[in-house]
């Protein structure tokens, strides 16, 4: 075999093994160029193809240095394609973006000590069988009052500083801020037929100048039962069952007698903490008749009981917040004390 075609065949073998040790793009375009250029190996080497003998040498030479070429520029092309793959994909996760990474430590919230309360409040009530129910805050006369045995003219209403509001066109008066959360009882009984066992906590307005123990926004928790039979006893058990609960052993409640229009009989309920001091809680009684045919419920075949109280006073006197403007500010150094 003439020296030609070892040199072919040595440089192919050469520039193959070059082009598979390529590791990057321009290392092949360097080999490329040393093997299939001008003055590359294969280059040099077809310079050589006139100085053979015979022309049977010469074809049989020119055929392995095409041959030789064919088989470089695809090993080229096919190392390329496998390169720039390579590059694509570095490319894509050096600029990835983690969006759940951290850099440093994570800044993490507080829920808000009425938030907190408001909540333990529902997982509470909840384990006692009762669904949360909501109503709207911006209410009518009739739900706030009217359908609470609060007629027009009943002296009750002057207890509730009302905060009026302009609500499209409807008559001056007629649109209130509730000022409690019982209209959501009306709504429940309206939403549905007995037996209802609801808690409603939610924002409630005043027209109050705040102060220590006031604030004209505040939350409240209002209770609803209704079923057969049900009587001032079931009242009592609930509200103690509810304080152990809520508070923990060694609390526990009373009810006092009282007035709300709204029920009958009325009681406000206190608690009783271990070391043996009494706290005024919120009010409750037995639901006025009125009140259950405003909300669609037959007094003859359905009694029950309601209950109120607040929840920011509540949170006040757990973690004794002197003041209950503090708990408002919005100064998140408040909150991360909790
Ligand atoms: N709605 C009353 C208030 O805001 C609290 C209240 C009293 C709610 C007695 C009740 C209740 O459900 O039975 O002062």
């Not at 040790?21 to 080999?31: G, S």
């Not at 600029?95 to 759940?100: A, G, K, N, Y």
């Not at 027009?152 to 609500?167: Q, Y």
């Not at 220590?212 to 009242?235: N, Y």
């Amino acid at each position: 075999m003439p020296a030609l075609i070892e040199d072919i065949r040595a440089a192919r073998e050469a520039a193959l093994a070059d082009i598979g040790a390529a590791a990057t793009l321009d290392a092949l375009v360097t080999v490329d160029s040393e093997v299939l250029g001008r003055r590359g190996s294969l280059g040099r080497l077809k310079t050589q193809l006139g100085s053979l003998a015979s022309l049977d040498e010469r074809r049989e030479a020119g055929r392995e240095l095409n041959d030789a070429t064919a088989a470089v520029t695809d090993a080229v092309a096919a190392k390329r394609g496998e390169l720039a793959g390579n590059a694509r994909a570095a490319q894509v996760e050096d600029e990835r973006l983690d969006l759940t990474e951290f850099l440093g430590k994570p800044r993490r919230g507080r829920a808000h000590i009425v938030t907190q309360a408001w909540e333990r409040l529902e997982d509470v009530f909840v384990g006692m069988g009762f669904q949360v129910a909501e109503g709207p805050e911006v209410e009518t006369d009739w739900y706030n009052f009217e359908a609470l045995n609060m007629g027009a003219t009943h002296p009750a209403r002057s207890d509730f500083d009302t905060l009026f509001v302009d609500h499209r066109g409807a008559p001056a008066g007629t649109t209130v801020l509730r000022t409690h959360t019982s209209p959501v009882q009306i709504r429940a009984m309206q939403a549905g037929q007995p037996p209802i066992y609801i808690i409603a906590p939610g924002r409630v307005f005043r027209r109050d100048t705040p102060d220590a123990t006031h604030m004209p926004v505040f939350h409240q928790l209002e209770g609803l039962v209704i079923d057969r039979d049900i009587s001032l006893a079931d009242l009592a058990g609930t509200i103690e069952a509810f304080t152990i609960a809520f508070f923990g052993e060694g609390f526990t409640s009373r009810l006092r007698p009282s007035y709300f229009p709204f029920t009958e009989p009325s009681g406000e309920f206190d608690i009783r903490t271990p070391s043996g001091q009494w706290l005024e809680l919120g009010g409750c009684g037995m639901v006025h008749p009125n009140v259950l045919r405003d909300g669609g419920v037959d007094p003859e075949e359905w009694s029950g009981f309601a209950f109120g109280f607040g929840i920011d006073r509540m949170a006040k006197e757990r973690h004794e917040v002197g003041d209950l403007r503090e708990m408002f500010t919005g100064d998140i150094r408040f909150s991360e004390q909790f």
